[in-house]
């Protein structure tokens, strides 16, 4: 059944008649609606006090769950069974350590504050996937949505891409979620379904098919569009757009705009670029995630598959295979692609506008297992995030000695939700309403924004 | 201890207050607190047992409790005589730690739970005083909990709750102080913990949890929808499914769409039953058709075809997620022909039940022995056995005994016990001297049958189990396999997910459910007349058009839900149409895609409509794949384009016969829809045809948009 909503997006809420009959009056001297929100834009930069919010995010999702004690909480004085296979290495935040293999993410922690205290009881990857992504503990009354869906369904976008994009696809903590919760299915990830490190990346079906005109695919979609209106009527729905499906058009759009065309072909950067971001699928896929969000994507998720480290972590996490001379592992990939994101995001000057979250559902245990690996550990875990307005060059909260529990300040991730939906410029107050009226807010009411992380 | 049936029992324990005399306890134990039946309740009620806490695997700092309370000598053991009993100070209770800790007069993790003068805080200072013994007076041997509240009005609405235990001395007592209670929405309830009410401030049907001690009850609050009773004249009863439907609607005051129309009906029948699309023949029969049993010849037509069993097949492939092992595609191919053989012939669901857990051979040979291929090892396979055959998740008590429900680790691990035995690989066959090893306990777990006994030495296991399981008093066989099929015609499990039934989970129908479980064994476990029985019914029967008062309803049935067709019936009907089959792999050419054996086999369009790969349940896969991606391959992919226009496709074949447009736009909305145009459609389909130019590619686009819209994709 389609959701039908029947309130205005939401973003219009947040404007008094006032601001929109000076929209009114300005568009009508020429400006377009689109000019008029970069005017907002440049005022609300004009005045000191407020802080640009940032435009658009890059979710680097570790699906699996990511080893803490292997990326950014290393705990070198620990028994070796705790400590791990990984050395710790200095960054450029003296007395801060963090893994040997992310040389070069260590180089730029003046630009990423690390949480080394997220707590969660979530240790399923399933459950804990909805409760890192939405900010809520999955619930059997309600799905909510996750930060791409709310962002899609908040944000205005000018573009003709989707606003909320997962590369290579959208198959997080087993594959449960579908994105869009309890708000409507258009506010779910553009999967792309295809790897961007692959030599023939391509996205499936976006080219004209042989045979066929833009007018003919514009006449099909028009006829489609009918037929469900007509339905519509004749069940007495009142044949409003409402019960046409968004993405009949959206499609359309993306089939017809040059700019969609385009953003997809990595081939147009230079191959010293796309090796900085590293051969490995997660490299690539960041790569597109910045050209995306400089096309006004505003929520970016780079799955990158294969943390759930249950054996064999330290091939897995470091060499990639046994007896790599250059460790290609996930964690060496990871660096190449983080640290050439934030680099190049800085060259361009859109470090500032766009957030930067890394993080998977959960930690793995202290303990190393008799596999060599590390479990489900949600008690303590990290996330880093960088770019988008937060304050880098910290490390908030801290682990016990042996990496098992949150030693003081914990963070929830509702905690981190209302931080990451601040830094938006979205109120985590705010309220969304579902299909059946309810109004549900964005965080729930005992999330607290992280404030040292907020510049 | 049995839960599922509290349910029921606690309909005649509820019903009056006979039982009401005085809480007191047996003669023997006057004032003497009972370490199992009082101290165990007080941990649970303030959460000090549960899984956040001491009730974790591996307890929390130096004090290990039993998940819940389950294992109230173990509780005792680690209050009072752990490192000699420190917990407890006989001479001055109130400096004991199982005191000072919860009532946070000592740092205490967990903060405080109860205060000092509370009535908890008072029970245990008893306790204490008494000696700290555990007298092990009763037995808890039922719960009551008033379970279904009905309010005569939407605006918020009020209940008091009160509990009762009983115990196997004959003694009964007020328990709601140590009864907790766990709402599934907190948005919509409240429970008053001081008060004991629960407040409702949302219309609907809501449900919470009740737990004293092991024992769980739901409790069922119903608001109504609106004040005012609304005409209820449209809403018919066919058979006893309707009873039940119609009285949850009364009660909520939900009123029902009318009934389906005659193609509306045999659209959906037809897809449901054959997982195929009317015919333009057999919608126009069936228009003209003037007979008043029409639809229950249609039905019993269908069920008689083969296209049922071919369909029905591919149902059941799914729910065993039947897949291809690495590089043999024999096996999978023998399974499947086995299943098929099994449905054309009704055999009944207990023998085909038997037939799977006891197979043995070569795979490639005795297709059920591919049963023991789906997973991969002893404690996989029990899990899979217990959400198929039992509709029940035992995997959560893999680590710990189930939080929700009354399995136990010993459950789990003593059915993972029965199927070591097993081998592994092409040839299923019995192996000597298999065990699993119980965790808890690092030795050899014992085969046991979950929730009832553990097996002695000579049983064999296989042979017990299925024994069990495909007996007349078996709860589980009957209920899980009746709520799949349920699912499937009306688009929702009466418990859902179908693979989670638990006490704690409470079907919206209960009655219902019931009624459906006997008449399902009544009829010796087939399929057929289950089926005939719920299409038979008007709630089937109703029109997917929603009223705007019943817009919202996805769960009591006072409109038919449009469903979305899977991948492998969308292509299907989209080869129909188009008049042209579509290619799977090597196999072939005019194989249909649900009667692809496994689905592994080669197909992008399958894969771009989200088909389900069986290596997780089925369930929700038509959801997953966004539209984004399915109407890009609409518009440009193979799926539709390349038969559209083929010279040897329906279409051509039309135009070459030099029908005219309407007669083409008639056709294909019969085979597309199960119905014709509407005077507006065919205004609108005029009008355009006017300003087109070229016939042949306006027709390809009316055709390819019957193919895209709504209507089409969806089973309504």
Known sequence: MPVIRSTLPHQWNRWSRR??????????????????????RLSCAADPQTRQPAKSCILIWLDGGPSHLETFDLKPNAPREVRGPLESISTSLPGIGISECLLRTATLLNEIAIIRSMTSPLGEHNLGTHYLMTGYKPSSVLEYPTYGGVCAELLNSESALPPNVAVPDFRVGGGNLTGSGFLSAQTRPFSLGADPSKADFQVRDLRISRGLTLDRLNRRRHFTTELDRMRSMANGQGGTADVVDPDLQRAFDLISSSEAQSVFQLNDESPELRSRYGPKSVGQSCLLARRLIEKGVRFVTVNHHGWDTHNDMYTRLKEGYTGARTPVGLIPSLDLALSALIQDLKERRLLDETLIVVMGEFGRTPKLNVNGGRDHWPRVFSVALAGGGIQGGQVIGASDASGESPKDRPVTPSDLAATIYTLLGIDPKLELQTPDGRPVRLTPPEATVVDELIA | MRLNFVYWICLTLCAGPTFAEPPTVSESGQDLVDFDTEIVPVLTRFGCNSGACHGAAAGRRELHLSLFGSDPGFDFQSLAREFQGRRINLVQPDESLILMKPTEVLLHGGGNRFDDDSDAAELIRKWIHQGAHRHELRKLESFAIAHRKISNTLDSTTFSISATATFDNGSTMDVTPW????????????????TFRAHIT???????????????????????????????????????IDDSINSLLTELRIPASEASSDTEFLRRVTLDLTGRLPTPEEVLSFTHDSSPGKRTAAIDRMLASKEFASYWTFLLSRWLRIRAAPQDVEGAEAYHSWLHQQIADEIPFTEIAASLLLAEGDTHDVGPANFYRTTGGPREQAE????????????????HDHPLDHWTQDDYHGLAAIFAEVTSGRIIETKANAEVIHPKTGDAAVPRIPGER??????????TFTDWLVSDTNPYLARTIVNRVWKEFMGRGLIEPTDDIRSTNPPTHPELLKQLEIEFRRSNFRLKPLIRLITSSSAYQRSSRPHRDNEFDQQFYSHALSRPMSAEVMCDAISDVLGLPARFGDKPLGTRAVELPYPQIESKE?????????????????????????????????LINTRLSHSTGRLADCLQSENSPEVIIEEFYLRALGRLPNDEEWNFWRDELKNSSNPREFLEDVVWSLCTCQEFRTNH
């Not at chain 2, 553990?454 to 042979?463: D, F, I, K, W």
Request: charged share 20%; glycine share 8%.
């Open chain 2, 606 to 638: 399958l894969d771009v409509l989200g088909r389900c790969e069986r290596t997780e349940s089925c369930e929700g896969s038509e959801t997953m794949t966004g539209g984004l991606p399915r109407f890009l391959h609409q518009y440009n992919g193979a």
């Open chain 1, 19 to 40: 601001d929109v009959l000076q929209i009114g009056a300005l568009t009508a001297f020429g400006l377009s609606f689109s000019d008029v929100l970069r005017l907002q």
């Open chain 2, 384 to 399: 899979f056995v217990s959400e198929f055959f039992m509709g029940s998740r035992l995997r959560c008590a893999n680590c």
């Open chain 2, 454 to 463: 553990t097996l002695q030495n000579a049983e064999h296991g296989r042979s």
């Open chain 2, 202 to 240: 949302r219309p609907g049907r809501h449900v919470a949890i009740a737990r004293y001690l092991d024992h769980v009850t739901p409790l069922i609050f119903l608001i109504p929808f609106q004040n005012e009773t609304h005409e209820t004249h449209s809403i018919e009863s066919a058979n006893f």
């Open chain 2, 179 to 194: 009864t907790v209670i766990t709402v599934d929405d907190p948005d919509a309830v409240q429970i008053d913990l001081q």
